[in-house]
């Protein structure tokens, strides 16, 4: 599976941000997905994920009723919609595959990663 990130870039404070996540690949429809970021000098956090059918999500505290996940299997994309975005939600946002149907917070878990897509929140 082949991840490419898109959508990225500078908004201001309160903002949104719609990320894309194209997949490459036989098996996209099996795959749970996942959104993490890295800020400067930070550890790869998770923000959120989707099961494989989309029918379970799952999100990180401090994105809750901000951002949602959401995917389309009939082409083999998925989307994180980012609204009311705050200054440290800057970060470089990476789309994840793992070989399993269910969602996982944990890095680890996953098996495919993408470039990223740089988000950049200021006034």
């Known amino acids: 599976v082949q991840l490419v990130e898109s959508g990225g870039g500078l908004v201001q404070p309160g903002g949104s941000l719609r990320l894309s996540c194209a997949a490459s690949?036989?098996?996209?429809?099996?795959?749970?997905m996942g959104w993490f970021r890295q800020a400067a000098g930070e550890e790869r956090e998770f923000v959120s994920s989707?099961?494989?059918?989309?029918?379970?999500?799952y999100y990180t505290d401090s994105v809750k009723g901000r951002f949602t996940v959401s995917r389309d299997n009939s082409k083999d994309m998925v989307y994180l919609q980012m609204n009311s975005l705050k200054p440290e939600d800057t970060a470089v946002y990476y789309c994840?595959?793992?070989?399993?149907?269910?969602?996982?917070?944990?890095?680890?878990?996953?098996?495919?990663w993408g470039q990223g897509t740089q988000v950049t929140v200021s006034s």
């Open positions: 690949g036989r098996t996209f429809s099996r795959n749970a």
């Open positions: 989707i099961s494989s059918l989309g029918s379970i999500t």
């Open positions: 994840a595959a793992r070989n399993q149907a269910t969602v996982d917070r944990r890095p680890v878990a996953y098996d495919y």
